[in-house]
């Protein structure tokens, strides 16, 4: 895969991570458990595919 293609992907998936951690941090202030448990293996999901586009 060419550099343009990875940076891009790369790109995507940290404004997605970024915006994973927001709700992650709303369902927090909310008290909505089951809702983090979903919401950080998402994040994990998100930062693992960033880590192999890196």
């Known amino acids: 895969m ?14 997605l991570y970024d915006m994973k951690r927001k709700q992650i ?8 458990s089951l809702r983090c448990q979903v919401l950080e293996a998402e994040a994990e999901a998100i930062s693992n595919a960033l880590k192999a586009v890196r």
Do not use: K
């Open 2 to 15: 060419n550099a343009p293609v990875r940076q891009s992907q790369a790109d995507i998936l940290s404004r």
């Open 25 to 32: 941090e709303q369902a927090v202030r909310q008290g909505n």
